[in-house]
């Protein structure tokens, strides 16, 4: 959750947005303190510029480059997918849910997809979805069809859309 918008802010209340503990030493020098607004170390700073700042970040990304994809064989064989930067991330073995389950009319994700499209964080990272995104792409032939889906993926623990 970001930090508030006018009004008192603490040191403490920075340092939890930053993902520590409340009440544990810290100095508005740390690394993760200056990282919530992107200060060098030992840059002038005033507390005034903390408001608003957020540890949680969001990325969505183009079907060009990383690609989330629901795939499945007229052999009966699933696949389920979400590569970023060219990397599987969520594969058959760490998906929460079944992608097709939550396609509509091969053209849109469904307004109740599960958030995330797996167990726990990867590397920090929850990968989903976005609600409602028209694909990207579909694909249907004498072997097989399915979906293509631009991907996103959050710092944060609940849906962020």
Request: proline letters at 2%; hydrophobic letters at 25%.
């Amino acid at each position: 959750m970001a930090l508030q918008s006018s009004g008192s802010i603490s040191l403490n209340d920075i340092h939890v947005e930053a993902g520590g503990s409340s009440g544990s030493n810290c100095t508005i020098n740390d690394s993760d303190i200056r990282g919530l607004i992107s200060k060098a170390s030992q840059a002038t700073m005033s507390f005034n510029e903390w408001y608003g700042a957020s540890s949680v970040v969001t990325q969505e990304e183009d079907y060009d480059s990383n690609y989330a994809y629901g795939y499945t064989s007229f052999l009966g064989n699933e696949s389920h997918f979400i590569e970023w930067n060219g990397s599987d991330v969520v594969t058959n073995s760490n998906k929460a849910y079944d992608f097709d389950d939550y396609v509509s009319n091969y053209t849109y994700t469904a307004s109740n997809t599960p958030f995330p499209a797996h167990s726990g964080t990867i590397g920090g990272w929850r990968y989903f979805v976005r609600r409602n995104l028209q694909s990207a792409s579909s694909f249907y032939d004498e072997f097989n069809y399915g979906q293509f889906w631009d991907p996103s993926r959050t710092t944060s623990s609940s849906y962020p859309y």
